[in-house]
Nanobody, 123 residues
Framework: EVQLVESGGGLVQAGGSLRLSCAAS????????IGWFRQAPGKEREGVSC????????NYTDSAKGRFTMSKDSTKNTVYLQMRNLKPEDSGVYYC????????????????WGQGTQVTVSS
């Protein structure tokens, strides 16, 4: 059974930083694309970043480029999302996601979801 367990969310002031973690189990970690989606109140879930098994370089949504850094520790089956210079519009529930081989381009393509962790950025 695929399990994705996020941690690290919280309340932070604009300009601050948070690091999210996602501990994965139940699948071959290095064979899956793993990433992050988020959902703001009243909005659809959107992709934030993703790391595919065939590329060492994560991709990011435009609003995250230059501020967010995704990394992976295969020895711990864990991925991280370091978020800096946070803005109020970054607020939402952040979900760790995993799909076989290919980064999902939309929420409809995500095969596995974590339970989510809340990020709130105050202005």
């Amino acid at each position: 059974e695929v399990q994705l367990v996020e941690s690290g969310g919280g309340l932070v002031q604009a300009g601050g930083s948070l690091r999210l973690s996602c501990a994965a189990s139940g699948f071959t970690f290095d064979d899956y694309a793993i990433g992050w989606f988020r959902q703001a109140p009243g909005k659809e879930r959107e992709g934030v970043s993703c790391l595919s098994p065939i590329d060492d370089n994560p991709n990011y949504t435009d609003s995250a480029k230059g501020r967010f850094t995704m990394s992976k520790d295969s020895t711990k089956n864990t991925v991280y999302l370091q978020m800096r210079n946070l803005k109020p519009e970054d607020s939402g529930v952040y979900y760790c996601v995993a799909s076989a081989y290919v980064c999902p381009r939309s929420s409809g393509e995500v095969e596995n979801w974590g339970q989510g962790t809340q990020v709130t950025v105050s202005s």
